[in-house]
């Protein structure tokens, strides 16, 4: 079972899950990228590449090779967090559409949250929970609801499989998983006004 958990663990990190929303919102809603593929790849390179880099180039990286799998986690977020805002400099220069820019805003407030909440608040939020949660809120959201039936099982399955590993408790997982809900909820609003 615990194999099993850590499979589940591995095939929804963070980038994994940004490659399937991405996916699913170039096939199905291909007007969130604009006109063209440009920002579609962009965005694979920023939300998916880029914090994907983290985990090889942890033996490298002084202050973070030989701290094991903390280590690869710390600096997977420090790629991740770098690769969302080279995206939002990117979707300013480039004139993003709105719902693109609210995709990426979600991933770099949420990001930076979970690191606040981790680093300064001692509250071990989860990201793996955020980054299950968040894609699912941001298809929903962005004209996808048929997504939630694929989500929420995967959801779930995380959730046990992060507590079988004993990874997280389940205050954690689910501050985690609320981190993104709150975030787009609040971009949401500001959308609205400006």
């Not at 579609?40 to 973070?64: N, T």
């Not at 909440?117 to 299950?132: D, E, T």
């Not at 590993?165 to 205050?171: A, G």
Request: charge should be positive.
């Amino acid at each position: 079972m615990k194999v099993f958990a850590k499979v589940i663990r591995i095939l929804t990190l963070a980038p994994v899950m940004a490659l399937a929303t991405l996916l699913t919102l170039f096939f199905v809603r291909p007007e969130v990228f604009g006109e063209g593929a440009v920002r579609f790849w962009l965005a694979i390179g920023f939300l998916v590449a880029f914090p994907l880099l983290g985990y090889p180039c942890q033996p490298l990286v002084p202050g973070f090779k030989g701290r094991g799998r903390e280590g690869q986690r710390n600096l997977a977020m420090v790629f991740a967090l770098v690769g969302y805002v080279a995206g939002c400099i990117v979707n300013l220069i480039l004139g993003a559409p709105a719902e693109l820019w609210i995709v990426y805003l979600d991933y770099l407030i949420s990001g930076l949250i979970i690191v606040v909440l981790n680093k300064c608040c001692g509250i071990r939020a989860s990201a793996h929970a955020c980054g299950i949660s968040g894609p699912a809120a941001l298809l929903a959201y962005l004209g996808v609801p048929m997504a939630l039936l694929v989500s929420v099982p995967l959801f779930i399955a995380v959730f046990w499989a992060s507590l079988k590993m004993k990874r997280h408790t389940w205050p954690q997982f689910t501050v985690g998983a609320i981190v993104p809900l709150v975030v787009l909820g609040l971009l949401h609003v500001v959308f609205l006004l400006f």
